[in-house]
């Protein structure tokens, strides 16, 4: 029962550097996304996606892109790194839009350096 | 717009205490509220919601949280903390209309338990 897997859990990346983080979930959920936690601030959305092949913006999505191409991946892809993209990096996965319950995965501990 | 205020990032208690985490939420329509819980180094766990039945909301472990339009508020409490409560809480809240599922969190608040 895997639930929301995330790889990798931690990762180093030099500035300007990129690299894609992993999310898949096997409860077929439509609805996926992506925050970012950083200390004092909560989550902040980055990107979501109510469905395969449909992503839109949140909050924070400056310096990111996502692809939706299946209903189980929902990778998020960091182009040019920079140091103000250390963070913790949740995706999280639900079954319906509206006041239902959100699964996260375990995290990814970014630092850019 | 929607925002999510939780006062005080750090709580501290004496196990059996009472437990007291407080949040105020900013909607200009009824929304889905949320607590979630998080251990050090892991994901996020509901802990529990309030999606417009029963204003006294039971989620697991024992806690519970009341939902207060007057005062927009919805405060989570646990008669009696243990030390596996000690862990990050993160109050949420969410707009129906959008359909979308997207969370606005609050800062959150660390709970310290004390022996």
């Known amino acids: 029962n895997a639930g929301v897997t995330q790889t990798p859990k931690f990762r180093i990346l030099k500035i300007g550097q990129s690299m894609t983080l992993q999310c898949a979930q096997d409860?077929?959920?439509?609805?996926m996304y992506w925050y970012r936690q950083d200390p004092g601030m909560g989550l902040k959305l980055i990107y979501y996606?109510?469905?395969?092949?449909?992503?839109d913006k949140g909050e924070v999505p400056n310096g990111y892109n996502v692809s939706r191409s299946t209903t189980e991946d929902f990778p998020l892809r960091l182009e040019l790194a920079a140091p103000s993209q250390t963070s913790v990096y949740f995706c999280?996965?639900?079954?319906?839009?509206?006041?239902?319950?959100?699964?996260f995965g375990q995290g990814t501990r970014l630092t850019v350096v | 717009a929607q925002s999510v205020t939780q006062l005080g990032s750090h709580v501290s208690v004496s196990e059996g205490a009472l437990v007291l985490l407080r949040c105020n939420y900013s909607?200009?329509?009824?929304?889905?509220l949320f607590w979630y819980v998080q251990y050090p180094n892991q994901g996020l766990q509901l802990l529990l919601k309030?999606?417009?039945?029963?204003?006294l909301v039971k989620g697991i472990n024992g806690f519970e949280a009341e939902f207060k339009k007057s005062e927009t508020s919805f405060h989570l409490t646990k008669p009696s903390a243990h030390m596996s409560d000690a862990a990050e809480y993160f109050c949420?809240?969410?707009?129906?209309?959008?359909?979308?599922?997207?969370?606005?969190f609050g800062q959150g608040t660390t709970l310290q338990v004390k022996p």
């Open positions: 999280a996965s639900s079954a319906e839009g509206w006041g239902t319950e959100a699964f």
């Open positions: 409860m077929n959920h439509n609805y």
């Open positions: 996606s109510v469905g395969a092949g449909i992503t």
């Open positions: 909607s200009s329509v009824p929304p889905y």
């Open positions: 309030y999606t417009s039945a029963a204003t």
């Open positions: 949420a809240v969410s707009a129906p209309q959008s359909n979308t599922g997207k969370l606005i």
